[in-house]
């Protein structure tokens, strides 16, 4: 076994410091170097291994040191030992074998319980909701593992079966030691391979603006692409809003098959280029488009990477499309995977990329000294470069929106009420809901009652629920400064009138925050009658966003204006 680390670490280093086509000088010194620090390297380790205190462990040990030289270049060069073989492939592909189910640890009961069935996934069909807590996995007690425990046994073999012991709660306001009251319920699931969908909702509203989301690029996501937009095109569509916010991306060859059903055979969709020159590359569209006039909306956010920047931003250079939303993540890398002794891969970084315009829009430089650092990109250091009509884009940073719209900023409450809440109190709400009610109005229709929101608020209060508020923190600080600089003496009572005014007040504040902490609650309640499409359903009514991309596509004087027309 240590050999077979060692081997990969050779292997590794190997490929990363291959010579390039420097000067001979040059490359000799690097090739030292190289030589050089790998036997001091496997030094070091014998004499570890031979006179440490402890036995180490080589795989521990040595793959730390693996992961600690790749931490020092970027996060996106990674090292799949041969048992993490099935986390590359998810990477990959978006499929994995198991049960199809987002689960979690409940803070509240130290427990992982299930947060979220996919829809017609084995955890599902077997019976599994929101809000179960796993009791036990093939007789296997579950209480006190963690999350990645309890993951890795609900995974396996596609075809394998296995017994869920869970308990569905009838009531979370009355606790029996660890657990409240509930039904204990065995359900056999048969785990299968799970596909995360590609497009998770699309749909053709009443006005003929088709609305599609595209969850991620994974292997062949573009021929999903393709029928839905066919088949509302085949029932009418005139315009189309594209969804990519929160699409961390993937496949670069995917993202470039979506662009060409916008844009004429034969066009420059992305460049990529890199140390090895066998290794750079240009992409062209290779078929005749759906169609390459429908006006097209495209939405993003700060968690648009990768592929769907590509997509973002070849639409925008080429002037086909309106970007509308928030600027993007700025992931301007691209990766490939290579093969390594005794299974194991190198998914490296290799290339940047180029969209039509010619601009790289990486927002981050990744420096290799000092162990590795990282320097954000300014504003007043990008470049300009030019859109096929003439109109001005930027390199660095991301994709710039040509219409920004901010999304809702989230006080305090509202943040620790769905992250930092030991008491769980949104989480007991919605469970305590969903048994009440055996079903609800459809998705785009269903809102909680004002009575309904003011029963949560009374949960709110009477479990004694805390939080920073950001105001008392500021207000603290100013009290500070003002005493280290002596002016508090003579503004006391200003300040005490403030402090007064700016009491912590619970109720006040979920009063202030009802309409967003009602739309969370009611899109989370959604998500256990309709999964995933109902929550964007739900969403679509209010979002802002949207809202914005339609207006724009029923006034196409101003779209064409916006794309230089």
Not at 3 to 15: F, G, P, Q, R, Y
Not at 141 to 168: C, N, P, Q, W
Not at 302 to 329: C, H, N
Not at 432 to 441: E, G, K, W
């Amino acid at each position: 076994m240590k050999k077979t680390i060692l081997t990969s670490l050779l292997a590794i280093v190997s490929m990363l410091f291959a010579p390039t086509t420097a000067t001979a000088q040059t490359s000799d010194d690097h090739n030292l170097n190289v030589a050089k620090n790998l036997d001091v390297f496997t030094a070091i380790y014998k004499q570890l291994d031979m006179m440490y205190v402890d036995t180490l462990d080589a795989n521990e040990v040595i793959v730390s040191g693996i992961n600690a030289m790749l931490h020092s270049l970027d996060p996106y060069t990674v090292y799949y030992p041969q048992e993490k073989s099935e986390d590359l492939m998810l990477l990959r592909t978006g499929t994995y074998a198991g049960v199809g189910a987002v689960i979690r640890k409940n803070l509240k009961l130290e427990r992982v319980i299930i947060s979220e069935p996919y829809d017609g996934m084995p955890a599902a069909e077997a019976g599994a909701r929101r809000g179960d807590i796993i009791l036990s996995i093939d007789g296997e007690d579950m209480e006190g593992k963690d999350v990645s425990y309890v993951s890795s046994h609900l995974r396996g073999e596609a075809g394998t079966s296995f017994i869920l012991e869970v308990l569905r709660p009838t009531s979370t306001k009355n606790f029996k030691g660890k657990l409240p009251e509930g039904k204990k319920l065995k359900l056999k699931v048969t785990r299968k391979a799970i596909q995360q969908p590609t497009i998770p909702y699309y749909e053709l509203r009443t006005d003929g603006i088709g609305y599609l989301n595209l969850y991620q690029f994974t292997e062949n996501c573009s021929r999903d692409v393709r029928r839905a937009i066919l088949e509302m095109k085949r029932q009418g569509m005139r315009a189309l809003v594209f969804d990519l916010r929160g699409n961390g991306g993937g496949s670069e060859m995917e993202a470039v098959n979506i662009v060409n059903m916008f844009v004429p055979r034969g066009k420059l969709i992305v460049s990529n280029r890199g140390r090895l020159k066998q290794g750079n590359r240009d992409y062209l569209t290779t078929v005749e488009p759906i169609d390459s006039v429908m006006p097209v909306v495209v939405l993003v956010d700060d968690d648009t990477a990768s592929a769907s920047e590509i997509t973002s931003g070849a639409l925008q250079d080429l002037d086909r499309a309106v970007i509308v939303g928030t600027r993007t993540y700025g992931k301007g890398l691209v990766q490939m995977t290579t093969e390594l002794p005794y299974n194991g891969t190198l998914k490296l970084t290799t290339n940047k990329y180029y969209i039509p315009s010619g601009r790289c829009i990486q927002a981050i430089n990744y420096r290799h000294d000092r162990g590795g650092y990282v320097e954000h990109v300014a504003d007043s250091l990008t470049k300009v470069f030019h859109t096929a009509n003439g109109r001005e884009v930027r390199d660095g940073g991301g994709i710039k929106p040509d219409v920004e719209v901010k999304p809702d900023s989230m006080t305090n409450i509202v943040g620790y009420l769905m992250y930092a809440d030991s008491s769980e109190v949104m989480h007991d709400f919605i469970v305590d809901y969903v048994n009440a009610h055996p079903t609800i109005a459809p998705a785009k229709d269903f809102h909680l009652t004002d009575q309904e929101y003011d029963e949560f608020k009374q949960r709110v209060l009477q479990s004694k629920f805390t939080y920073d508020r950001t105001t008392s923190k500021y207000l603290d600080e100013l009290e500070k400064l003002a005493r280290f600089e002596g002016y508090y003496d003579g503004a006391r009572q200003e300040f005490e009138q403030l402090r007064a005014k700016l009491k912590h007040d619970t109720a006040h504040d979920l009063d202030y925050n009802r309409a967003t902490l009602k739309r969370l609650l009611e899109n989370d309640i959604i998500a256990v009658y309709y999964f995933q499409r109902g929550q964007i359903e739900y969403t679509l009514g209010w979002d802002p966003v949207m809202k914005e991309a339609v207006r724009l596509l029923d006034n196409l004087d101003e779209y064409n204006k916006i794309l230089g027309k």
